[in-house]
């Protein structure tokens, strides 16, 4: 209510200027990441993403054949064209790796031993050597290549570095994980909403209170129960360990809910003669959905993305990588330079929460508001 | 067998055995145990439903037990024992952590990220809530800068891993640095002190969302009234938003605020996946993982000071629960 009584808020224009400033902040780095990731490797360490729409100066090298030597007084001469019949044109040029741009198309670059190299833009070029030239020269040449978009990324880390392997562990560890725990809770939830019982109020209290408990408590002496009764580090010891940690959350959310619902529809259900199980299964249970979808939300976007209950719960085979701990454990260690990998990795593992999200948003903000908002 | 068919088995079989066990513990109470139409069917009625909610809090108060309250007993007494876990040693994991180097830098780091990152989030949370109350592309807004919060901590350090990268013609950072005519790239995840701040951002980046989420209806949620008499009052938009907006939603933003603190406390991904610990940016959850599986007794102590430095927070959550339920 800025501007009750018609008097528009001289603001405005600031007021839209800087949330365009923000959101733009808050995207460009994830619009960075995923331009980058259908960029080729040799231009994304060429140009930046934001030049990527235009074309990227690469360097290239061409290898002359030493057979077509010519001899000019006391020098060799060789002569053709670098594309050797092809279109291109050629920026800058050199005859060393060390310095491959060392002059621009069209001079003369004095190499070492007096020999010298003239490189013209549409590619021919002129090497005179006073020494018999007994090797294939190279000649090292940058030209403006189009912008180069494609999957190959993708296919690249989907196929030939087992990411796919990782994408299905990933898949394997949440599903369950995030089903379980709501069949669970809801029925806990529905015993701390509407039975009465001694102690319903100090459950709770405890349930608030397991709410902030840090997981990394939970780590050491887990991995040694799991180990002693024999499940170890496996898949069904992360199921475990996610339900474990996942009810707190989901039973508070729950008992929110439920508490809310209307007395009048659970009291008249019972003294029609309904059990507190039918109560729950045909009553309460249909009624909640808005609140069990915004904790299945929420429990799904936590177990795909935990990096640390797999570290430790999950066996630490690459047969078990899921995909966090892939990109953080594997990929930046032994890809760290080749960025288009890892951008394609990261948004593989990004794209499944972010549609999840944008689909179900509304669930999730209903969600948090039910859990932090009074 | 594969993992994927597993788990599906799982489902079924956990989804089956949860709903058959609540089921058939019930059948059994009303038709066994206590059936109604024994010599006294109003006193069996009266017990079952004694029994009865037992029965539903079973499993969920068994697995609260096992993961999460023994963990808490289990973890201290493990902290009190050796490396291998043979020898009790008293406070003695305590005692060498406190006068570790490695510690002392993961704690101060980690007291900085709880003074920052909270800060910082529920500062822009609320601005960015603000701003876009009265926005007619508030809502478009919103939901982009909410956005982070759906991304894992590992993708989210990879994103802002480009954004910092040594190298002008990939990080965003340098590029600027080189626009302005700087002359070597720099990688800011180096810089003694102030990497850790680069960190935070990161952390910051992905909670601002829900900071403004929940911030965003608490300002709906205030009485318009108020408002309308400030304005008529002629105050100003500043003064309507830090007079009377703000007081009126401060019970919010001190959950909002205590929320995030919790969270920084535990996070470990970002620090794990940007620099390992290193270049003086260890903070305690990454100082335990280092610790984890090689020395489980130094790991759980970390733990349990992690827990400690938790505990007001927990007691306070607990009493404003308490109060509610008056």
Redesign the interface.
């Known amino acids: 209510m800025d501007n009750i009584a018609g008097t528009k808020s001289s603001l405005s224009w600031a007021v839209n200027l800087s949330v365009i400033f923000l959101v733009v902040l808050w995207l460009i780095p994830t619009v960075g990441l995923l331009v980058s990731s259908f960029r080729d490797r040799d231009q994304i360490s060429a140009s930046g993403w934001w030049l990527s729409p235009f074309a990227v100066e690469q360097n290239f090298q061409a290898k002359i054949p030493a057979g077509e030597v010519r001899q000019d007084g006391e020098f060799f001469v060789i002569e053709g064209n670098i594309f050797s019949g092809g279109e291109g044109e050629v920026i800058r040029f050199g005859g060393a790796r060390s310095n491959p741009t060392i002059a621009a198309a069209g001079e003369t670059a004095e190499l070492t031993r007096d020999r010298t190299l003239t490189v013209q833009e549409n590619g021919d070029f002129v090497y005179r050597s006073p020494a018999e030239i007994k090797r294939d020269p190279s000649v090292y040449y940058s030209t403006a290549t189009p912008p180069d978009f494609s999957l190959d990324n993708y296919q690249t880390i989907l196929f030939s570095n087992n990411m796919d392997i990782a994408f299905i562990n990933t898949l394997t560890v949440t599903i369950p994980a995030t089903i379980i725990p709501i069949l669970i809770a809801a029925f806990a939830a529905y015993a701390l909403a509407w039975m009465d019982f001694a102690g319903r109020g100090l459950l709770i209290a405890m349930v608030v209170g397991l709410l902030v408990v840090p997981l990394q408590l939970a780590l050491v002496p887990l991995l040694q129960f799991h180990n002693k009764i024999g499940i170890g580090q496996s898949f069904l010891g992360i199921w475990m360990a996610h339900t474990g940690f996942g009810l707190p959350l989901a039973i508070y959310l729950l008992r929110n809910y439920m508490v809310g619902l209307p007395r009048d529809i659970i009291e008249s259900a019972k003294v029609d003669g309904a059990t507190d199980f039918q109560v729950f299964t045909k009553i309460v249970l249909p009624l909640s959905f808005p609140a069990l979808a915004s904790f299945a939300i929420f429990q799904f976007l936590w177990t795909w993305n935990d990096l640390l209950v797999a570290k430790v719960f999950l066996p630490s085979n690459s047969e078990s990588w899921v995909m966090t701990v892939k990109i953080a454990d594997d990929l930046l260690g032994s890809r760290g330079g080749d960025w288009g990998i890892l951008a394609s990795a990261a948004f593989i593992s990004i794209a499944v929460p972010l549609i999840v999200f944008f689909t179900m948003q509304r669930y999730l903000v209903r969600g948090l508001l039910a859990g932090s908002v009074k | 067998m594969s993992?994927?068919l597993?788990?599906?088995i799982?489902?079924i079989v956990?989804?089956g055995g949860?709903?058959g066990y609540?089921?058939l513990s019930?059948l059994i109470l009303?038709k066994v145990i206590f059936p109604p139409r024994a010599d006294n069917p109003g006193q069996n009625i009266n017990r079952a439903?004694?029994v009865?909610?037992?029965l539903?809090?079973f499993?969920?108060?068994a697995?609260?037990g096992?993961?999460?309250?023994?963990?808490?007993v289990?973890?201290f007494y493990?902290s009190l024992y050796n490396r291998s876990g043979d020898e009790f040693i008293g406070f003695g994991n305590y005692t060498t952590m406190f006068a570790d180097d490695g510690f002392q830098i993961a704690f101060f780091n980690n007291m900085l990220w709880v003074l920052v990152v909270p800060a910082a989030a529920t500062f822009?949370g609320l601005?960015?809530a603000q701003?876009?109350d009265?926005?007619k592309w508030?809502n478009i807004?919103k939901?982009?800068?909410?956005?982070?919060?759906?991304?894992?901590?590992?993708?989210a350090?990879?994103?802002?891993?480009?954004?910092y990268?040594n190298?002008?013609?990939?990080g965003?950072i340098n590029?600027i640095r080189d626009f302005f005519g700087a002359s070597e790239p720099l990688d800011v995840l180096q810089v003694r002190f102030w990497n850790n701040f680069f960190l935070m951002f990161i952390l910051v980046?992905i909670q601002?969302g829900?900071a403004m989420?929940?911030l965003s209806?608490?300002l709906r949620?205030i009485p318009?009234e108020t408002?309308?008499a400030a304005?008529i009052d002629g105050a100003n938009?500043f003064q309507?938003f830090f007079k009377i907006k703000v007081p009126q939603i401060m019970?919010?933003i001190v959950?909002?605020w205590t929320?995030i603190t919790?969270l920084v406390?535990?996070v470990?991904?970002i620090v794990?996946?940007m620099t390992g610990g290193n270049f003086g940016t260890d903070i305690l959850?990454s100082y335990?993982?280092s610790y984890?599986f090689r020395d489980?007794g130094r790991?759980?102590a970390?733990?349990?000071i992690?827990?400690i430095v938790?505990l007001p927070?927990?007691?306070w959550?607990?009493r404003q629960?308490?109060a509610?339920?008056r």
């Open positions: 993992p994927l597993q788990g599906i799982t489902v956990g989804v949860c709903v609540f089921f019930n009303d439903n004694l009865r909610p037992w539903f809090l499993p969920a108060m697995a609260l096992l993961y999460l309250v023994y963990p808490v289990g973890s493990r822009l601005l960015v701003l876009t009265r926005l508030g807004a939901s982009l800068i909410f956005m982070p919060m759906a991304i894992s901590f590992v993708g350090s990879l994103i802002w891993k480009f954004v990268a190298n002008a013609d990939i965003l590029a980046w601002t829900f989420v929940i209806a608490a949620g318009e408002i309308e304005i938009p309507v019970g919010t959950v909002v929320t919790i406390l535990k470990f991904d794990y996946t959850p335990m993982m984890m489980d790991a759980t970390v733990a349990f992690i827990m938790v927070v927990m007691i959550n607990i629960a308490r509610e339920m």
